[in-house]
């Protein structure tokens, strides 16, 4: 099994900045792609932000040049530092993971979601 732990949610007034972690355990033999994606009540799970193993990053319109995706493969933890907030980023954060546990079995994880609230 692999878990993923995220932390770094909180609230935060509009134009500040949180720093989301998300550390992997478990039986890990590689991580692929890691990525953040966020839901919003009444909104469908969106993909944020994303980061291959060899560090290509992609990112979601509405956060480039605000958000940046980073990770530690050594710890295997991605980070997501998110500048110049805005109450339209306030959801529920999920860190995901694509990975193999060994040669030949994969695994596709989710977290259990930390919650962003941008407001005033």
């Known amino acids: 099994q692999v878990q993923l732990v995220e932390s770094g949610g909180g609230l935060v007034q509009p134009g500040g900045s949180l720093r989301l972690s998300c550390a992997a355990s478990?039986?890990?033999?590689?991580?692929?792609?890691m990525d953040w994606y966020r839901q919003a009540p009444g909104n469908q799970r969106e993909l944020v932000a994303a980061?291959?193993?060899?560090?290509?990053?992609k990112y979601a319109d509405s956060v480039k040049g605000r958000f940046t995706i980073s990770r530690d493969n050594a710890k295997n933890t991605v980070y997501l530092q998110m500048n110049s907030l805005k109450p339209d980023d306030t959801a529920v954060y999920y860190c995901?993971?694509?990975?193999?546990?060994?040669?030949?079995?994969?695994?596709?994880?989710w977290g259990q979601g930390t919650q962003v609230t941008v407001s005033s």
């Open positions: 980061i291959s193993s060899d560090g290509d990053t």
């Open positions: 995901h993971a694509i990975g193999r546990r060994t040669i030949l079995a994969k695994f596709n994880t």
């Open positions: 478990g039986s890990i033999f590689t991580i692929d792609t």
